[in-house]
């Protein structure tokens, strides 16, 4: 099966500086790579994704690239605020193939941006 | 519109115990998921279900079951809760083209 490693495990930054987060993914079958911000005590929700069709996808202040020959995707974020911190997940399926839609997860990034 | 709704917010139950936690969609969703979220290990899918009528077993099938009866409903039962079973249980849908939604979750402390 599908296995993600994410790093890293803890992430601080000031505000105003950029972040980013890595992950690696090992089953070359998967083409579907969504990102998820969750808050303290709230539901994770998307934020941004990409599929295996493209290699950048921007949306205002978060990017997600994707490299399908070494098999990572990682996760920008430029000129952070504070309302930036929160976990973060990244994911990836085969999506359409036969492991229809099910999302194998990253172990998650805790965010902090600092005033 | 409510989207996900996921019933009960919280619940403290009792070794050995019986729990049905409930999932409902109104987004006319096929297909319909189970994580459950520990501290350190991200999320975990439980089981799933393509579509009404079938389902399928996760990463972390065992001491679960669910049914899916019909397109806006997906119960997760828990047979005889065991202590390793608390934890944070989320429910998501997934429409076209693929992305998953999640409800609000339920905490569950099994003593």
Redesign the interface.
Known sequence: ?ENVE?HPSTLSVQEGDSAVIKCTYSDSASN?F?W?KQELG?????II?IRSNVGEKKDQRIAVTLNKTAKHFSLHITETQPEDSAVY?C?A?N??GTS?????????TILTVHP | IAGITQAPTSQILAAGRRMTLRCTQDMRHN?M?WYRQDL??????IH?S?TAGTTGK??VPDGYSVSRANTDDFPLTLASAVPSQTSVY?CAT?GE?????????TRLTVL
Do not use: I, V
Not at chain 1, 100 to 108: A, M, R
Not at chain 2, 40 to 45: D, E, I, K, V, W
């Open positions: 099966g994410q579907y969504p998820y709230k539901r994770p929700q998307l994704d997940f994911a399926s999506a359409g229809y839609g099910k999302l194998t997860f990253g172990q998650g | 297909a998921y350190g290990l991200g999320l975990r899918l799933y393509n996760g990463e989320f997934s083209p693929d992305t998953q939604y999640f409800g609000p979750g």
